[in-house]
């Protein structure tokens, strides 16, 4: 299984008059990323059992929809980036216009891709939970929601209940969408435990992003480290400092592993997955 | 059949920290509108004989794509219009930032609306099949193709070919879903038949946005008028004049009560829907 050919195998078509907008769908989704949320679908997928291909195509979806999340918080409008993973951002590309346009239709693009998928599933059923979940955690009851609540708070003091709102909302969501999907088209019932543990991984992941933007360098990140510093942004490493950040995104690692080893099925894939994001450095 | 109140009962909750977001969206969506597109599908729902409430998601789904396609090409980076319909657009009530969220918010909350409608209807395969229409004509190869296509063009002498591709795509690509998804849901095997009379009336509807653009009154249109003269804009009344293109909209509307007339079923509302549009003066 390869996550690169997998997402190459369901991109859009640079033909004709609208060619531009595909390109930019393209660069953004070629831009590198550690495609984790595929991966955390693919080996919920398999520890229960999935064995198909349908997979596919909900793996490209949500690197669809995490991909178009960036273009569109790298806008101007919103944090006015011109630099991600060491290229130029989709704005900064092809322009405003196109940005908001490329993040559409890659939001667009996702769900005619997994809809394109469960057309094909033996289990339509499956397939249609799979849709309500990506739908669900992408929108105002996940990450949408969560980007509107850090945005509008922006330049304030959070209170440690709204920045727990934020992680949740805006990080944990899609986490939580890649478990769940997983589980959802190999079957599963155990549903309600993935989107347990995929909040609670998200909070890590969150926590150890705040973490690298002040340990990591400008070359591992691809983009400028200290900027929560420099916007004085609340985050959980300045209301707890470093080593208690670290200690968290070390018990949130554990708990995580403690509820995927209560699930059935082979997971050790997956708990290696897990281990690796926790020692990430970038 | 209601359709303000079926919008209404697919909003979303304005509650907890992202309610801004819920309540620009509610504020997009009950603006005002003509309501056509939920009309058409309810309409072609009912002539292929569909009896059931699982239209309505799907109804409130694509009211909810035109209108994030508003909030979005409103915004300052695309027309940078403060006014629709006689009101402040969402940009300009909720900031530009929350107007790209409400619009992110908006698209995805359809799909969602849509997923939990087919999770409810006896025919998985048919809700399936209107998933799949929705996404792909409000994307790349639809609406958000079509939207690009005239954005990259603003400002140049369009050819006949490429203005009639933006019409397909901006304007019709959504009206022939409506058609398509109404006749998907009751099982209809004429989608193809659907999709090229949608494509027909898109047409026909465009060019008379283009005379009202210059015939009708700021009062009726809720906007100012002879914007497209001011910007410069080709459309089919720059390159065919006035009469020509009252005759085509007559053409293209005789066309369509053609094309309808040839499918099964009870089809006067339909018929008497696609006169009010010729004759629509706002």
Redesign the interface.
């Known amino acids: 299984m390869n996550i690169e050919e997998i997402i190459k195998k369901y991109l859009?078509e640079e033909e004709?008059?609208?060619g531009?907008?595909?390109e930019s769908?393209i660069y953004s989704l070629m831009a590198g990323g550690k495609r984790i949320r595929p991966s955390l679908m693919y080996d919920a997928y398999k520890m229960f059992g999935g064995t198909e291909e349908v997979i596919e195509p909900f793996m490209a979806a949500l690197e669809m929809i995490h991909t178009?999340s960036l273009v569109?918080d790298d806008?101007?409008?919103?944090d006015n980036d011109t630099l991600r993973r060491g290229k130029p951002t989709t704005w900064s590309v092809y322009g405003?216009?196109?940005?908001?346009?490329c993040?559409?239709?890659l939001?667009?693009?996702a769900?005619?891709t997994a809809?394109?998928g469960?057309?094909m599933t033996a289990y339509?059923?499956r397939?249609?939970?799979a849709?309500?979940i990506?739908?669900?955690k992408?929108?105002?009851y996940g990450m949408?929601?969560?980007?509107?609540?850090d945005?509008?708070n922006t330049g304030k003091q959070l209170t440690e209940d709204?920045l727990e709102?934020i992680y949740r909302?805006k990080t944990g969501a899609l986490l939580a969408a890649s478990l769940m999907i997983g589980g959802a088209l190999a079957g599963s019932e155990d549903i309600d435990k993935l989107e347990e543990t995929g909040y609670i991984l998200g909070r890590a992941f969150q926590i150890q992003d705040d973490i690298l933007d002040i340990t990591s360098t400008e070359e591992e990140l691809g983009k400028p480290i200290g900027s929560d510093e420099r916007n004085n942004k609340v985050t959980y490493v300045t209301l707890h400092g470093l080593s208690g950040a670290k200690e968290e995104v070390h018990a949130l690692t554990e708990r995580v592993k403690t509820l995927i080893g209560q699930m059935p099925g082979e997971k050790d894939t997956l708990l290696a997955l897990v281990d690796k994001l926790e020692k990430r450095t970038y």
Chains 1, 2 share one sequence.
């Open positions: 859009p004709g008059p609208a531009v907008l595909a769908m178009y569109h806008l101007p409008a919103m405003e216009d196109v940005g908001i346009l993040g559409d239709a939001l667009t693009f769900f005619e809809a394109k469960f057309a339509p059923d397939a249609a939970k849709i309500g990506l739908a669900q992408a929108g105002i949408c929601g969560g980007q509107t609540v945005v509008i709204l709102y909302d």
